[in-house]
């Protein structure tokens, strides 16, 4: 469907193992067209996308931009290109055994003769993570970085919660109407929505900080002690947030570990004034 002037969404199936919301696969359509991540590589998926396409007279596909290269936006890449003639755009910093035809980097232009897609780098989800930014129109495609209900999983070592907060705060910097996620219904209030999420990142470090004071000093304990509710595939997600929190924390000074990974020990920094 058109959800807005020139961008369409494609319809994706929901795979309740990644997530609840399905990958959106965008298309956009100026004097040229471009999807905005690809998607899963099963025939369904593909023909439901190429077929969406087809359906604009004479539109030549030029790019398939991926935001990241995780499964569910990247996996049907190279069908797509197969089927469509078109070049696959990712950011330097991300690895995937696709061969890429246009590496870009921040700030680079992907034009569509009358539209044009600003490359913005926000690494934390992945390093190579990148949003779209239409200026004119002010839209930020903004993949896994800012999602339309939820939060995003930063599982290390890929996932950098330091470099996730920061790429929400650089969001904060853009004049932007409208947010199309990579998952999820599209965000009319961005600037609300890009500062729920940092203020719930913090929060939770001050929890993750909270439970070392009060002992708690492996990831596992400190999951159970600030997500009792979850069990099962959420509960392994949210082990890998509070990894990835005291890793920022140990960082900066604010945590200390003996051991290494997820099996660590961790401790709360002495603070200025405390005593051992």
Known sequence: MEIAQGIHSIPAEIDRFLGFYAPQVYLVVGGEGALIDSGYGDEGSISSRVDYVNAFAGLRLAYIVITHAHPDHISGAVRLREKTGAKIVLHSAEQTDIAVDKVVAEGDIISLNGIDLEVVHTPGHNP???????????????GDQVLGQGTTAIPPPKGDMAQYIDSLRKLLGYDIDLILPGHGP??????????????????????????????KATVKELAAEIYPELAGFLYEVAKGQVYAHLIKLEREGKASSQGSGKDARYKPALERGRCA
């Open 128 to 142: 190579g993570h990148i949003c779209l930014y239409m200026r004119k129109e002010r839209i930020m495609f903004s």
């Open 186 to 215: 599209p965000l009319r209030e961005p600037q609300r929505r890009v500062k729920e999420l940092i203020q719930h990142r913090l929060e939770r470090e001050e929890q993750v900080i909270a439970g070392l004071r009060q002992g």
